[in-house]
């Protein structure tokens, strides 16, 4: 696909609106998912085994290296406690011209050191992909109240408002990265994701350019997939191994394609999740700018 460069930024702008006009159907998705969620599932933070060893650091193998005869089947992963895994895009307080709709997608300084103020003083501790995936392919022990932050869509404001803020807890984070934003305006640069991989957060795909992965053909996983996971592997120097859908969006012929191109796990928003690839349609719920941090807990323990 070949595109001018004013076309490229008519698509990271189409990006950020089709994200926010995801919003109402990510909303009414995890509308209709809390009951049944908390109705079967245990919260991860009260039957998760405890143990402060796995917490960090070398101790939480890398998914090549976990043989294939220790990975559960599909059924035993899904019945493991889900951990909450919330879902950022723009931090910065919001603008008269800011939809209603986006605001749930763009949350007010303020309101964000609040969220994650909470979630410090709740003794919730932040894990990173490779233990998520060393806890539900193997059930191998999390850290007390294991939680996932993760911030899409490359804007700028989670290096410079969340990036510091995370750093006071000791919190770590995932930044899912859509290449073609890289070094514009209010995006982040290559340095700053080289930064934050540097500093221990991970860096994951957000394909090329956000277009919806159920649309894909042929070349599209090259330009979307391939070509954006070389491209973070050679600002980070590390194997990039998680993939979040644009918009959430996924279908099942989409996981043979990234499992070819070395995603080990991938994440949707809070639908629910497919009984038979469960690593690949990871729950996430985005936490909204509108949210108290009470009404955060409350969505974390009722969707997960
Ligand atoms: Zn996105």
């Given at each position: ?19 926010f006009?995801?919003c109402n159907?990510s909303k009414s998705a995890l509308t209709?998912e809390v009951?049944?969620a908390a ?45 909450p895994i919330l879902c950022y895009h723009q931090i910065r307080d919001w603008?008269?011209?800011d939809s209603k709709g986006a605001k749930d997608y763009i949350v007010p300084v303020e309101q964000f050191k609040k969220q994650i103020q909470m979630l410090a003083d709740s003794?919730y ?22 939680i996932m932050l993760t911030f899409d ?8 408002v969340a990036?510091?803020e995370l ?102 928003l809070a ?12 729950r996430r719920i985005i936490a909204s700018g509108y949210w108290s941090p009470r009404t955060l807990h409350n969505s974390m323990v009722n969707s997960f």
């Amino acid at each position: 696909m070949k595109l001018s460069y004013s076309s490229l930024v008519a698509a990271a702008v189409c990006a950020t609106a089709f994200t926010f006009s995801s919003c109402n159907d990510s909303k009414s998705a995890l509308t209709t998912e809390v009951g049944t969620a908390a109705e079967t599932a245990t919260s991860a933070s009260n039957a998760v085994a405890t143990t402060e060893t796995a917490s960090t650091g070398p101790s939480t193998p890398d998914p090549a290296s976990i043989p294939a005869s220790r990975i559960a089947d599909a059924a035993t992963i899904t019945a493991r406690p889900q951990v909450p895994i919330l879902c950022y895009h723009q931090i910065r307080d919001w603008r008269p011209r800011d939809s209603k709709g986006a605001k749930d997608y763009i949350v007010p300084v303020e309101q964000f050191k609040k969220q994650i103020q909470m979630l410090a003083d709740s003794g919730y501790h932040t894990i990173l992909p490779d233990q998520l995936y060393a806890y539900l392919a193997t059930g191998a022990p999390l850290p007390p109240k294991p939680i996932m932050l993760t911030f899409d869509d490359t804007d700028l404001d989670q290096f410079t408002v969340a990036r510091p803020e995370l750093e006071k807890h000791g919190f770590k984070a995932v930044y899912f990265v859509m290449t073609v934003s890289l070094g514009r305006p209010r995006y982040m640069s290559k340095a700053q994701v080289k930064q934050l991989s540097d500093e221990g957060n991970v860096i994951g795909s957000h394909t090329w350019d956000h277009h919806n992965v159920k649309k894909y053909q042929g070349e599209d996983w090259v330009t979307q997939v391939e070509k954006p996971t070389k491209t973070l592997e050679e600002i980070t120097g590390k194997d990039i191994k998680y993939f979040a859908y644009p918009f959430g969006l996924w279908n099942p012929e989409a996981i043979p394609q990234l499992k070819q191109r070395g995603m080990v796990a991938a994440f949707v928003l809070a639908e629910k999740r497919d009984p038979q690839d469960p690593l690949y349609t990871i729950r996430r719920i985005i936490a909204s700018g509108y949210w108290s941090p009470r009404t955060l807990h409350n969505s974390m323990v009722n969707s997960f």
